[in-house]
T-cell receptor, first 113, second 112 residues
């Protein structure tokens, strides 16, 4: 159990560019979550996977955001045509089927210039 | 609906106690408590699944009153290591998902 890992840890991009983040959950965890966190706020739910199926997506999530988990293991979160308002920490969490505990990764800090 | 946490911030001296509250406007299935230190990921503390339940972890315990749609986190004999921001994550009853809605957090500072 090496914990949840996320890459890259930091990303600086120009407005309008596309970015992609990767999350590697704890092995055998079938549930995977993406959250966004801005300064002074709690994590905000973005989307949730059970194995490879994306079961839930926040109503607040723009169409510019898309996430995949093709083989039920790692997941990617892509943001197209980034805007300055997308600047935030993007957190990934995984959870086993017998747990109710979400283990968070270290996050990817996105800065859009 | 985002749960409301109170207080927003608290400063304690080592050894003092604190209570952090988390209230929801909707019925809750469970409440999860996390602590986040500056620049780090949130770390799970405990989960409360049933109304009226109380759980403990060393000198940190929590209660969940389902009828009041409220949970409280109790920190006793605080240590410097308790400093951080505490978040409650609420899971709605009957929502059919595992989605957590987090409060804005309570910043706890423990000083010598």
């Amino acid at each position: 159990d090496t914990g949840v890992s996320q890459n890259p840890r930091h990303k600086i991009t120009k407005r309008g560019q596309n970015v992609t983040f990767r999350c590697d959950p704890i092995s055998e965890h079938n549930r995977l979550y993406w959250y966004r966190q801005t300064l002074g706020q709690g994590p905000e739910f973005l989307t949730y996977f059970q194995n490879e199926a994306q079961l839930e997506k926040s109503r607040l999530l723009s169409d510019r955001f898309s996430a995949e988990r093709p083989k039920g293991s790692f997941s990617t979160l892509e943001i197209q045509r980034t805007e300055q308002g997308d600047s935030a920490m993007y957190l990934c969490a995984s959870e086993g089927s017998s747990d109710n505990e979400q283990f968070f990764g270290p996050g990817t800090r996105l800065t859009v210039l | 609906q985002q749960p409301v946490q109170s207080p927003q911030a608290v400063i304690l001296r080592e050894g003092e106690d604190a209570v952090i509250n988390c209230s929801s406007s909707k019925a809750l299935y469970s409440v999860h408590w996390y602590r986040q230190k500056h620049g780090e990921a949130p770390v799970f503390l405990m989960i409360l699944l049933k109304g009226g339940e109380q759980k403990g972890h060393e000198k940190i315990s929590a209660s969940f009153n389902e009828k009041k749609q409220q949970s409280s986190l109790y920190l006793t004999a605080s240590q410097l290591s308790y400093s951080g921001t505490y978040f409650c994550g609420a899971e709605d009853s009957g929502a059919g998902s595992y989605q957590l809605t987090f409060g804005k957090g309570t910043k706890l500072s423990v000083i010598p």
